[in-house]
Each structure stands twice: as structure tokens, then as C-alpha cells.
């Protein structure tokens, strides 16, 4: 195990952002430890460092509950990339980036990049909900982790099985924000931070649909970013900044991928 103490300094931030429950956490989980697992809401922050090639990848998690807003832009500080992240299902989400989340970002590198990530995407797919029509109960394997197997699963507040068969409908949850939503945040976003559309990286590459918990699109997420993000960490060196270790006392688990919180 490496010593924690001389651990090389990241080359790079990466920092998400979002409202509470749009599945950072999660989306970090799935990433680092290939798992779907339970939660507990953010506090404050928490990082992950990822190895990629020859370079130190700082991933930073934070909490989207409103009373660590002040934090945001303390974590947001020299990041190369930002990870704003809404859930597909709520249209707050969405809107909450631009009102609450987006100022966070002018303590960003100038040429930091931005994703625009909708995650929960399994909910919005045909077979993502049980319906069952008797009583119109709702199943969400979402929220429990359950599989479909096209048998009801009776609620804790039923104890005994519905004396009648049921029968189960496969609807998909309403889906509140679109891919061209997104796109249209994106837009906004380089208009904030006054840059022409035409010098960044387009729409279609920048704003992705994730689902943490089948794993849908969080490796090309994540891996594209890092491959983005690398002028940045050639520059740095070039440009000789920083020293070359960082004090991690705090870290818990190996160099590769250590976490800690603060
Ligand atoms: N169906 C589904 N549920 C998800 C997904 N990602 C997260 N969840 C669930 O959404 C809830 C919130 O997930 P977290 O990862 O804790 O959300 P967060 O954005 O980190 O929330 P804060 O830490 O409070 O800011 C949990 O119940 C997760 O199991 C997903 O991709 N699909
Ligand atoms: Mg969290």
C-alpha cells in the first residue's frame, strides 16, 4: 500500500454537481466500484482518485442538499471539468443547474469543460415500472433495487397476497426533460461563461444519459471527460504549477483509488 502522506498530488479536478438525489453518488459508485449500492445523502464533499494512464484524476462528489450550496464553488475551485447532473425524471433538476448550480462554476479553470448528464435513464424505459392494474400499486425497482420478474412484490402494508390475480402493465415513468432540454442548457451554459458555440465541443458530445444503476453510458461519461481533460494536465506540467505531492492524511484505501471526505 502506498503511503498516503507522499501521495502525488492530482493532476487534474473533476467536480459533479447537482441538486440532491439526481444520483451523483451513485453515478461515482458506479465508476469506481462497477456497483449500484445504497446511499446515504452527501455531506459536505468527498473525492475519489482514479489512475488513468500516467495521470492522478481527481473526482470530486458534493452535496446537492441547499445547506452546503456555500461549499459549491470551494470544491469547484482550478476543476478542468464540471459534471452537471440532473435527473431525467424531474424538470426541477434540470432547472435548479442553471438557477443554483451553474454560478458555482466561475471558480473553474477558464477553460474548464462542462457535461450536462441526465441520469435515472432506466426509469424512463418501457419496462421500467410494475403497474399492477387491481389497485394501480406502483413497484419502482429504481428505488429498492428489485428486478422484474413479472411477479408483484406485495407492500409492506398488505400483509397477506391479493386473494384476486393481478395483472401487470409495463409503462415507463414519465420522462420530464428531453435531450434537446439539455442540449439548450448546454447552449446557455457557454453563453454564461462567453463562449461562442462554434470554438466548443458540440452539444451531442457533451450532454450524455446515464443511469447509475444499470451502468448505461457512465464509463464513456467519466472516460471521455479524463481524455478531455488531458491538454489541461500537459499544460500544468508544462507550466510547472504546484509542487508535486499532497498531503492525503485524511485518504482511506490504496493510491489507485482512495477516498476521502471533508
Ligand atoms: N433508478 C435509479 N435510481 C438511481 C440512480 N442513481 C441514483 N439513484 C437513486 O437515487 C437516490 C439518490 O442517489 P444519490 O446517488 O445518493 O444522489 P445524490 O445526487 O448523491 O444526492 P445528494 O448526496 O443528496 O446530493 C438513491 O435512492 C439512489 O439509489 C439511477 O441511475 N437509477
Ligand atoms: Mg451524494
Redesign the pocket.
Known sequence: MPELSKMRKPDVKIVIL??????????L?RYTERK?K?????VGGAFFLKQWGPYNISIW?????EQFHGLGSMYCRGAAAVIL?YDVTSWQSLAELEERFLSLTDTANHDCIYAVVG?????TEPQARLVTERDGLTED???G?GELTGEPRVPSACPTPPASPVSLSRVSVNKQVSREDAAALYGRILRYKGLEESDCLPADKMCFE?????GYNVDALFETLFDMVLPSILRKRTEGEGSPTVDLEDCRGPGKRARACC
Open positions: 447537482g441538486d440532491m438525489n439526481v444520483g451523483k453518488t451513485s453515478l459508485h449500484f445504497d446511499t446515504v445523502s452527501t462528489d458534493t452535496a446537492g442538499r447532473t441520469n435515472k435513464a432506466d426509469l425497482p429504481g428505488v433495487g446515464t443511469s447509475a444503476k444499470t
